[in-house]
């Protein structure tokens, strides 16, 4: 398991501009009639020739399998190398004729839920684009505590690489945060990969060696799971975005 570190000076909140954001649009969609004009409103919205010449990242329409007591049973998670480039995609999207239809079909079908921008402090594992089931770890930590809680990861995935399947990530909360400070993405290319992982859990000594010293600086928030129902790579996939390789 190769280890790809985004940012390896120092992990405090004040670098995490620096780095490809994530923002999470999550929404709830109450029928099948509804989640299939979504899908196809997104799909001609995707396929435009303005997303093709204005879209520099890429874009994952999500089905959450379980989130707790949240409502969303959908959401959008846009992938882009900055934020700045994010809020030019957004500014241009909403000025557009195919942004604005695309809006019109998603008020329409959904009713928006919430709204995060995360940004990866550091990932792990090897990023690949056939990971579509993801585990979503969210925690609070102190800003101070930050660094304790990267370098027990980095320790823990030298000590699992070469049993773990997937990939993982550590994201910090940039916005729309809550209670929420920082979040672990774990991507798996199987729900029979993650489960097959997650039995294996219990008995790993390394993963419970750091779960033990993480109680010890996090405060855990819940945890869920999802999948990637369909993926739009415009100018950059997964593997781009985690790795900083950005045309």
């Known amino acids: 398991m190769k280890k790809f570190l985004i940012s390896i000076v120092a992990?405090?909140?004040s670098?995490?501009?620096?780095n490809p954001v994530w923002v999470q649009y999550e929404i709830k969609v109450d029928n099948p009639q509804s989640t299939s004009n979504i899908i196809n409103a997104?799909?001609?919205?995707?396929?435009?020739?303005?997303v093709q010449e204005n879209f520099k990242g890429s874009l994952h329409l999500n089905a959450w399998i379980a989130n707790g007591h949240s409502e969303?049973?959908?959401?959008f998670a846009v992938l882009q190398p900055s934020l700045t480039a994010h809020t030019q995609w957004v500014a241009a999207m909403n000025q557009s004729k195919e942004g604005q239809e695309f809006g019109s079909v998603l008020r329409e079908n959904s009713s928006p839920v919430f709204q995060r921008i995360n940004s990866f402090l550091e990932t792990y594992g090897s990023p690949s684009n056939e990971d579509t089931y993801w585990e979503v770890h969210e925690f609070s930590a102190k800003p101070s505590d930050v660094n304790a809680i990267a370098r027990a990861t980095q320790k823990m995935d030298q000590a699992i690489k070469a049993d773990f399947p997937g990939q993982f990530g550590l994201s910090a909360v940039s916005f729309g945060s809550g209670e929420v400070t920082h979040l672990l993405t774990v991507g798996f290319s199987s729900i029979a990969e993650l489960e097959a992982w997650e039995d294996s859990v219990p008995t790993n000594k390394a993963v419970q060696k750091w779960l033990k010293t993480l109680d010890s600086l996090v405060e855990w928030k819940g945890s869920d799971v999802l999948m990637n129902a369909k993926v739009y790579d415009s100018a950059s996939d997964l593997e781009t975005f985690v790795t900083k390789d950005f045309e």
């Open 72 to 75: 969303a049973t959908h959401g």
């Open 42 to 50: 997104t799909d001609k919205f995707m396929a435009s020739r303005f």
């Open 11 to 13: 992990l405090s909140a």
């Open 15 to 18: 670098l995490i501009f620096a």
